[in-house]
């Protein structure tokens, strides 16, 4: 079949055929990352205000606690994936994160959704030393994974990860997480007491992430204050 050409003054010519893979392979580089004002927490997704445009970003849905309050300023690590119906933006916290997203799908039988199941259930971290330790059971405890495509997963991505890195982010990880771990541990407490007096996940963290947590707070006054923006 005949292909047209696309023609730029000064051009010998690109053929359009040719010209939309180029931009298909290109597509995921053009927005790198975002950095702006948080304005919306979902379970699995944010928005980010940047330039008074809204962007709406799918999050893995453990990230969520690890985000700051409403109105703050984040800067978080894209991925474009376009279809022929739809153009998603697929955002994470690190560098790290976003670099174990873009390995998995590279995985036969994984998209970006299932992709970011995985992070949704196993960090980044977790998640590499199960591929470095043949783990195909934790690999299976993912929404979507089975065991052919947990199988297929290390097959494909255990010469991809290197161990020294995998300790050394597990390393940082961890100091990180004792450091805003009881912070979490409030704030998780505070949106589950939430739910559990009716109010939907949504509704609850949209509450909670709305609240300016200080280290002396406890669960207690979080869910004191979010009852009141609810109410």
């Given at each position: 079949?005949?292909?047209?050409?696309?023609k730029?003054?000064?051009d010998?010519?690109?053929p359009?055929?040719?010209?939309h893979?180029?931009?298909?392979n290109?597509?995921?580089?053009?927005?790198?990352?975002?950095?702006?004002?948080l304005?919306?927490?979902?379970p699995?997704?944010?928005?980010?205000?940047?330039?008074?445009?809204?962007y709406?970003?799918?999050?893995?849905?453990?990230?969520?606690?690890?985000?700051?309050?409403?109105g703050?300023?984040v800067?978080?690590?894209?991925?474009?994936?376009?279809?022929?119906?739809?153009?998603?933006?697929?955002?994470?916290l690190?560098?790290?994160?976003?670099?174990?997203?873009?390995?998995?799908i590279?995985?036969?039988?994984?998209?970006?959704r299932?992709?970011?199941?995985?992070?949704?259930?196993?960090?980044?971290?977790d998640?590499?030393?199960?591929?470095?330790?043949?783990?195909?059971?934790?690999i299976?405890?993912a929404?979507?994974?089975?065991?052919?495509?947990a199988?297929?997963?290390?097959?494909?991505?255990?010469?991809?990860?290197?161990?020294?890195?995998?300790f050394?982010?597990?390393?940082?990880?961890?100091?990180?997480m004792?450091?805003?771990?009881e912070?979490?541990?409030?704030r998780?407490?505070?949106?589950?007491?939430l739910?559990?007096l009716?109010y939907?996940?949504?509704?609850?963290?949209?509450?909670?992430?709305?609240?300016?947590?200080?280290?002396?707070?406890?669960?207690?006054?979080l869910?004191?204050?979010s009852?009141?923006?609810?109410?």
């Amino acid at each position: 079949m005949a292909c047209e050409t696309y023609k730029h003054e000064g051009d010998a010519g690109i053929p359009k055929c040719l010209l939309h893979i180029v931009i298909r392979n290109e597509e995921h580089k053009m927005i790198t990352y975002i950095k702006g004002q948080l304005e919306e927490i979902e379970p699995e997704q944010i928005v980010i205000d940047n330039g008074g445009i809204g962007y709406r970003i799918m999050v893995p849905a453990s990230m969520v606690q690890r985000l700051p309050s409403i109105g703050e300023t984040v800067k978080i690590h894209t991925y474009m994936h376009v279809r022929e119906d739809a153009m998603q933006l697929f955002g994470f916290l690190t560098k790290a994160d976003l670099l174990m997203f873009k390995l998995l799908i590279t995985v036969n039988g994984i998209g970006p959704r299932g992709a970011l199941g995985v992070l949704s259930v196993l960090s980044a971290n977790d998640l590499k030393f199960a591929i470095l330790a043949g783990d195909i059971k934790t690999i299976c405890s993912a929404p979507g994974i089975g065991k052919k495509t947990a199988e297929k997963t290390v097959l494909e991505l255990k010469d991809k990860i290197k161990l020294e890195d995998a300790f050394e982010e597990k390393l940082q990880e961890t100091e990180q997480m004792e450091e805003n771990g009881e912070l979490q541990n409030v704030r998780q407490d505070a949106t589950e007491a939430l739910v559990a007096l009716g109010y939907s996940q949504t509704e609850a963290l949209k509450a909670v992430r709305g609240i300016d947590v200080t280290p002396d707070m406890d669960a207690e006054q979080l869910l004191k204050l979010s009852l009141k923006k609810l109410l």
